[in-house]
């Protein structure tokens, strides 16, 4: 048979049995003017491409710069190819040399003054990016369908986004998150004192609905500011997840952590992370 009809044939099998044939993955380069953040910014879209028009999860990452070093779109066909996760959408937004600006928590800057552009920043993604994936790609549009993650401060980013938008992100995923991120300068005597997030989880009245996956590794750095014997990205980490327990978060039901033995503050444990969140986010159980 002719490769033209054994592809019909393909095609025809697949759309019987009601399974989408996966082709290879393509990494679509955008460029996107941002009246936000006055400037362009670099989006990368890994698409699968299916035979049958179908609408798809997306996945949005911080920092996306790094899914080109992690090899993401090799993982994601695999992941899709071996049925472990359905058809999906992912997107890396690059950061430039902004970065520090840029991502950070929306309500206050922290005590250097790091992150005042975060509240653009988070319009941009929520006015600017998402309608712009939802005009080009047949993504979903619905915070169940959408997740937010990033990678150190991008993670930050991330949690905090999600949380001031429930109504467009139903998960969110912290790789080696910055969750020392401080609203005063680091003292002594209160050395786990003043970390934005945790405080914010901690006095709010209401909490968003919302999923958390978070990710860190035993060599994600040396400093161990309380001299508890643990390091502060674990930490920081473990305090989260314990100040969302105190809210009312399931912890296994909305409540995901992988500590990685070995693991450092890069791109190369990132990727060894990043089947088991995508796993996670797309619903299905590592």
């Given at each position: 048979m002719p490769v033209s009809g054994l592809s019909k044939l393909f095609n025809?099998?697949?759309?019987?049995?009601?399974?989408?044939?996966?082709?290879?993955?393509?990494?679509h380069e955008h460029h996107l003017d941002s009246r936000y953040l006055e400037r362009r910014l670099q989006v990368d879209v890994y698409?699968?491409?299916?035979v049958r028009s179908t609408s798809f999860p997306v996945v949005i990452f911080h920092d996306g710069q790094d899914?080109?070093?992690?090899?993401?779109?090799a993982i994601q066909q695999e992941l899709m190819a071996s049925a472990a996760c359905p058809p999906f959408v992912m997107v890396g937004i690059h950061a430039?040399?902004?970065?520090?600006?840029?991502?950070?928590?929306?309500?206050?800057?922290?005590?250097?003054?790091?992150?005042?552009?975060?509240?653009?920043?988070?319009r941009f993604v929520v006015e600017e990016l998402l309608p712009y994936l939802q005009q080009h790609y047949p993504v979903e549009s619905t915070a169940a369908q959408?997740?937010?993650?990033?990678?150190?401060?991008?993670?930050?980013?991330?949690?905090?986004?999600?949380?001031?938008?429930?109504?467009?992100?139903?998960?969110?995923?912290?790789?080696?998150?910055?969750?020392?991120?401080?609203?005063?300068?680091?003292?002594?005597?209160?050395?786990?004192?003043?970390?934005?997030?945790?405080?914010?989880?901690?006095?709010a009245k209401r909490v968003p609905a919302l999923r958390f996956w978070f990710q860190t590794g035993t060599l994600d750095e040396t400093d161990d500011r309380n001299h508890n014997g643990i390091i502060d990205s674990i930490d920081d980490t473990l305090d989260l997840i314990q100040?969302?327990?105190?809210?009312?978060?399931?912890?296994?039901?909305?409540?995901q952590y992988l500590e990685i033995t070995g693991g450092r503050h890069e791109p190369a444990t990132w990727a060894v992370a990043l089947p088991h969140f995508l796993r996670w986010a797309l619903g299905k159980q590592p």
């Open positions: 025809w099998v697949s759309d019987f049995l009601r399974v989408p044939a996966i082709r290879p993955v393509e990494v698409a699968p491409q299916s899914l080109v070093r992690m090899n993401a779109a430039n040399e902004r970065r520090m600006q840029e991502y950070g928590t929306i309500q206050q800057a922290d005590y250097a003054g790091r992150g005042k552009l975060a509240p653009q920043h988070a959408t997740t937010i993650a990033g990678f150190s401060l991008g993670g930050l980013a991330a949690f905090d986004l999600a949380w001031h938008y429930p109504q467009h992100f139903g998960r969110t995923g912290v790789f080696s998150g910055a969750l020392w991120w401080r609203s005063r300068a680091f003292s002594a005597a209160d050395p786990d004192g003043h970390r934005i997030l945790h405080t914010q989880v901690a006095k100040a969302l327990e105190t809210k009312g978060y399931h912890p296994v039901k909305d409540l």
